[in-house]
């Protein structure tokens, strides 16, 4: 028997006691650019929400009459719902159908983000941005899982990589996006702009989203892991607060952070014992039997641990060492946005054709090339070096992040795709935040080391010190302002020279470390599996069917039949958006290969120009 529906094809043929059929790659119609879209406005806002506000502290401090301390818990307190909720995002999508979760999550997002840009003191913005964190939480996992479902297997990586436009560029665009607004606007923009595209995002999702049949439904009489439930909520609420607060409270120096230390890491091995026993947990840990998913996720852990720590680094250097505002700063990221937009779909057309684990091995290369070069880095840099060196890593970083989500959805069940995403999500966030507490700790340490060994050689027995010390002191006792306080102010200059090498060496260590990370998970990487072509994976297909004895030519007037009914209807948009996304790549490549033209022959020229 055949069943004909407007979004999806299916035949069904029934034989003996059971069920066959296929379903055909029709149902992938022109109306899968809309679902992107629909899930892609609100994950990018959540994303940018998550390091937007952060250069908006000073001003939010000062208008709410804050403390530097207190004022950083409008971003802990963000963090720390957003890591609860995502984990348990595949269980809620199960409870209340992941629809309706994905459309509460965002009206909860929207309407959060208004009531904190209406917050009057510093405990009403705390208190909104945890029910904004609520929001956002599963906004991440949930559309991943709708894109891999809603394109066909050959196009599993096209998906990931326009998932990953808004995965990684977001982090990027966040600070500058908030440092624009707060410097012309007021601190409150910063959460009113999420108005008006999270109510376009309700509208679309309502529109263009519909729950597959074959999600699992919850059951009344199925019992709930309210135990897992408090656990994770404990264990990973304590967690993000030792890693947010733990480097300005001299980490287990603290009984705060060791106490929050103490109550995580018991709570949460609690919970990983509980659920891998529990017959319908809150987290099915069970799937990391699966190597490729186990050995993806450490390797997704890793490698966004050091590509977040990089994220912090470098444009910290430029502007405490080098002098660069923040404008600047911005010049030497915007070039690797560009991109990571124009080559991030081209990685994942390139994923159905070659073996992804080439391309993920050419990624992890190339940025642990990009951070050595780093590594290299001197206080007499130009402005075109610095942004050679980002835009090698940002390039890397694309054939880093496609290959890998793709590779470690490859052989997960499309039944437990929410669960999947949702794990993958939260051990991608967790990187991040254990790399970026890792190089803020390793670059305090690290200066501290190089400032012990620097002071050891600042002794009138140190011939070159002295003759130092003797050409500063000459040239300022020129001055006749400084009277006898010049040999002071020349101690002071050479002991502000020393920590200034100090902390540039201990940026140039942390900048290596990270690159020996990327190295040694080219390493690890390669205990994934192979995937398997698109024509027999099971990824986003029931493992029932088999295969449809139709004969080509119906096969081949079917696809047609349901390309012409949906470009005649209210898709027309998004039948033309797959031309769209070319020319705007090309345009963006040709655009940037004049640029760095310019800033290779006169960087300082061109940007003055």
């Known amino acids: 028997?055949?069943?004909?529906?407007?979004?999806?094809?299916?035949?069904?043929?029934?034989?003996?006691?059971?069920?066959?059929?296929?379903i055909m790659e029709s149902q992938y119609g022109a109306n899968k650019w809309l679902i992107t879209a629909s899930v892609m406005i609100p994950t990018l806002l959540e994303i940018l929400d998550t390091s937007i506000a952060n250069v908006a502290l000073g001003h939010i401090q000062g208008s709410l009459s804050a403390g530097q301390d207190e004022v950083t818990w409008v971003l802990t307190s963000y963090l720390v719902s957003n890591a609860v909720v995502i984990p348990m995002s595949g269980w809620l999508s199960r409870v209340f159908g992941r629809k309706r979760y994905l459309l509460a999550s965002v009206a909860i997002f929207t309407f959060a983000s208004m009531l904190c840009g209406l917050a009057g003191s510093l405990k009403t913005l705390i208190i909104f941005r945890i029910f904004q964190g609520v929001g956002g939480g599963g906004l991440q996992p949930i559309s991943q899982a709708i894109l891999i479902e809603t394109f066909p297997p050959s196009q599993r990586g096209l998906s990931m990589g326009i998932y990953g436009m808004g995965a990684v560029l977001g982090p990027i665009l966040g600070p500058l996006l908030g440092g624009y607004i707060t410097d012309n606007y007021t601190w409150q923009w910063i959460f009113f702009i999420n108005i008006p595209l999270g109510m376009v995002a309700i509208a679309m999702i309502s529109n263009f989203v519909h729950d597959p049949d074959y999600l699992a439904r919850f059951v009344k009489s199925e019992k709930i892991d309210y135990l897992g439930l408090i656990l994770l909520t404990v264990g990973l609420g304590c967690l993000q607060i030792v890693l947010d607060k733990g480097q300005r409270e001299d980490w287990m120096e603290s009984q705060f952070i060791l106490t929050m230390s103490?109550?995580?890491?018991?709570?949460?091995?609690?919970?990983?014992?509980?659920?891998l026993a529990h017959e319908n947990p809150i987290i099915n840990l069970r799937i990391f039997k699966d190597r490729s998913f186990a050995t993806g996720n450490v390797v997704m852990f890793f490698g966004y641990f050091a590509f977040f720590g990089s994220i912090v680094l470098l444009p910290e250097f430029l502007q405490t060492l080098m002098g660069y505002t923040s404008f600047l700063a911005g010049v030497v990221l915007g070039p690797g946005g560009l991109i990571m937009l124009a080559t991030l779909p081209l990685v994942g057309k390139m994923t159905g054709k070659i073996d992804a684990r080439f391309l993920l091995f050419l990624g992890l290369g190339i940025t642990a090339f990009s951070l050595v070069n780093m590594s290299k880095f001197t206080l007499d840099i130009d402005l075109g070096t610095a942004i050679m060196a980002r835009n090698y890593q940002a390039l890397g970083i694309a054939f880093f992040f496609v290959p890998l989500s793709y590779l470690v959805m490859a052989y997960v069940p499309r039944e437990s795709m929410n669960n999947a995403s949702a794990i993958f999500s939260l051990l991608r966030n967790l990187g991040g935040s254990f790399g970026v507490a890792f190089v803020t700790t390793l670059l305090a340490r690290r200066t501290q080391f190089h400032q012990a060994r620097m002071v050891e050689h600042l002794s009138p027995l140190n011939q070159n010190f002295s003759a130092a010390l003797h050409k500063v002191h000459a040239y300022l006792a020129t001055s006749p302002s400084l009277g006898g306080g010049a040999e002071k102010m020349a101690l002071a200059a050479i002991s502000q020279k020393m920590q200034q090498q100090a902390m540039a060496m201990a940026f140039f260590d942390v900048f290596y470390v990270l690159a020996i990370i990327f190295a040694c998970l080219m390493v690890v990487m390669w205990i994934i599996r192979m995937p398997r072509k698109a024509k027999s994976r099971n990824l986003g297909r029931d493992t029932s069917q088999a295969t449809s004895?139709?004969?080509?030519?119906?096969?081949?007037?079917?696809?047609?039949?349901?390309?012409?009914?949906?470009?005649?209807?209210?898709?027309?948009?998004?039948?033309?958006?797959?031309?769209?996304?070319?020319?705007?790549?090309?345009?963006?490549e040709y655009l940037h290969r004049d640029v760095l033209k310019a800033l290779a022959k006169s960087p300082w020229k061109w940007f003055i120009s």
């Open 549 to 588: 004895p139709m004969s080509q030519g119906k096969r081949r007037n079917l696809r047609l039949r349901v390309a012409i009914e949906s470009v005649s209807e209210s898709n027309r948009i998004g039948f033309l958006l797959p031309f769209i996304f070319p020319a705007v790549r090309y345009l963006l």
């Open 1 to 22: 028997m055949a069943v004909f529906r407007q979004d999806v094809l299916h035949w069904n043929f029934r034989g003996g006691s059971k069920n066959a059929g296929i």
């Open 262 to 275: 103490i109550i995580s890491g018991v709570s949460l091995l609690s919970l990983i014992v509980l659920e």
